[in-house]
């Protein structure tokens, strides 16, 4: 019996092949040394996709080789769940240890330094006064270890000079682990206490006379969930007080001073990722090295996103956002060019099933909110290039804007293949505001979105009737979308610049990651377009066979449909294809 066959999920539709497959990936439950098992890791992706048997099946008493490895697994945690449970306690149990540096009895233990590793008094102050000066030993105290705060911790991060202004102050301190320390903290007046306390890895609550600072591992915490698990700042908060032991005292609440440093510590952050305050060439996260920047095509996708809405009631900035125009246009240039071209108006769309550019999104329901969504564009590598917000609902007048900044951002001898959902309503709108059409432009609508429209359109727009776009799909956005509304729970209860700031920060992460597999994602995609082109080859050869048809025939069908295409276009009178062809 071979398990070494690949049968693609949209392809299982036979009971025939369900069958065969099913059978080739189920072993009897009643085998005890299970030889299958050992290769479970390397077919468990080939069976993936395989149908699963079902109650009525003849043979229900099979499982996969999938279950079989599951149920091991559960088996096995089930086995050694006790043993794991009692070896914890015994971990902690207080006989007499020795300090593992003199040997003498010890007193103070220090988890962060090693799950053994017992001090005693001198050796831990010894270790720990200069070097892992935020790990927080646990005190024995008679027959329990209580966590207790070391005092007197010092450091001194200031170069060496003649001053007389010299002196000790006491910073508290928030380490990672949520637990507050004091800090001696030297300074003085030739450099501010901020810039000094960064000196020391510890980023200042407020910028003039701190008295309070986080570690950077923290705030390296923060933007790692805020990032992948968009934990917001109170959920941050949250779960250090949780994280925090009971025994320490309740500490204060930081949140509201960790609001806007930790802002900046991630602004700072980004600043030495893209190293632009260094040379204004380097970029921003916001350039595909796969596109070209001059003599070529680029692909572009653009879709509107409602699901990242601002509510009204959070509030206003006090000052620009930190990320400037990196990934977002400059509101007021939006609001401007929304304002000079409202009366730019075309006929009702007659795509009238498909929602995006239709007025209805206009309506009330928008009225509790001051940013209704976004709507931005990406390179077919997914890419993030270019967003705005948008104050209404899908208006013609946003994508036309961001055609335009793309269309001046790229130079004159590239051409622009723009791929929208509405690219026909689009294109009226654009050559009724432009005197003459930008030949440098080509307008297309995603694969999926295409069938959506009415015929004429699909002739027109569709990827694959839309010269020099290959295989490109246009539905990059839909990707990009499904990462970046997840932010949705935080970011619509955020002042307008900070949700800008968070927003473009997702969008400079989501970048980081798609440039990290590019060159991995190329060239399965290059693999998939050889395949495809070779079935395509071998099918066409098989139509031809079948329909008795030679070459000739096939450009004239193609030449025709391009007739009716330009029929189309031109308003002309349609003719049909002047020729049935009969396959077998
Ligand atoms: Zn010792
Ligand atoms: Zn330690
Ligand atoms: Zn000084
Ligand atoms: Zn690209
Ligand atoms: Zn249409």
């Keep these: 019996m071979s398990i070494n066959i690949k049968l693609p999920l949209l392809r299982v539709r036979k009971r025939t092949s369900s069958a065969l497959s099913s059978n080739m990936s189920k072993v009897p439950r009643t085998t005890t040394t299970y030889e299958p098992l050992r290769k479970a890791n390397k077919i468990e992706e080939e069976t993936v996709g395989l149908p699963i048997p079902t109650d009525d099946d003849d043979d229900a008493h099979f499982e996969s080789l999938y279950d079989v490895k599951e149920r091991h697994a559960a088996s096995a945690w089930e086995n050694m769940r006790c043993q794991l449970r009692n070896a914890c306690i015994e971990s902690l149990v207080m006989d007499d240890q020795p300090c593992m540096e003199c040997s003498s009895e010890a007193e103070m233990w220090c988890q962060r330094c090693g799950s053994r590793a017992f001090y005693c008094k001198e050796c831990w102050f010894h270790c720990h006064s200069k070097r892992n000066i935020f790990h927080t030993p646990v005190w024995k105290d008679d027959s329990c270890w209580r966590p207790v705060e070391i005092g007197g911790i010092k450091i001194n991060v200031l170069v060496p000079h003649p001053c007389e202004s010299k002196e000790e102050i006491i910073i508290r301190c928030l380490d990672e682990d949520g637990i507050e320390h004091n800090v001696h903290f030297m300074t003085c007046k030739c450099e501010p206490l901020a810039i000094s306390l960064v000196r020391a890895h510890l980023w200042p609550a407020s910028p003039t006379n701190p008295r309070y600072a986080f570690c950077f591992n923290l705030l390296d915490w923060g933007e790692a969930l805020l990032l992948e698990c968009q934990v917001s700042i109170k959920g941050l908060c949250e779960a250090l007080y949780y994280k925090c032991p009971y025994i320490v005292k309740k500490r204060r609440d930081v949140y509201k001073c960790l609001i806007d440093a930790f802002e900046e510590y991630r602004y700072m952050k980004e600043q030495l990722r893209h190293l632009t305050f260094l040379n204004a060439q380097f970029d921003e996260g916001n350039v595909c090295p796969a596109c070209p920047k001059a003599e070529g095509n680029v692909i572009i996708s653009m879709d509107a996103l409602f699901g990242l809405p601002r509510k009204k009631s959070s509030g206003k900035s006090h000052s620009e956002p930190l990320s400037g125009n990196r990934f977002f246009c ?204 070779i079935k395509a080859e071998q099918s066409l050869s098989a139509l031809c066979t079948s329909g008795n048809l030679i070459d000739s025939d096939i450009i004239r069908m193609v030449e025709e449909s391009n007739t009716i295409q330009v029929q189309i276009s031109s308003n002309l009178p349609r003719t049909f294809f002047p020729k049935l062809y009969h396959i077998n």
């Design 330 to 533: 400059s509101q007021n240039e939006v609001d401007l060019y929304v304002a000079q071209n409202s009366q730019t108006i075309i006929e009702a769309n007659d795509c009238s099933s498909f929602m995006a550019g239709n007025p209805m999104r206009s309506a009330s329901r928008f009225h509790a909110l001051d940013e209704t969504g976004v709507l931005g564009c990406a390179c077919r590598h997914e890419i993030p290039l270019m967003f705005l917000n948008l104050k209404h609902g899908e208006r013609l007048v946003y994508p036309s804007f961001i055609i335009e900044k793309i269309l001046h951002h790229y130079p004159s001898d590239v051409h622009v293949t723009m791929m929208y959902d509405v690219a026909c309503t689009l294109q009226k709108f654009l050559m009724k505001k432009w005197e003459v059409y930008d030949s440098r432009l080509s307008l297309a609508i995603p694969v999926f979105h295409a069938y959506g429209h009415k015929t004429e359109c699909q002739l027109k727009f569709a990827p694959i009737r839309t010269n020099n776009i290959g295989l490109s799909d246009g539905e990059v956005m839909e990707r990009l979308w499904s990462f970046l509304r997840r932010f949705s729970r935080i970011t619509k209860e955020m002042k307008p610049f900070h949700r800008i700031d968070v927003l473009s920060s997702a969008l400079s992460y989501y970048s980081y990651k798609k440039r990290a597999n590019l060159y991995i994602n190329t060239m399965k995609r290059l693999k998939r377009a050889i395949d495809g082109k």
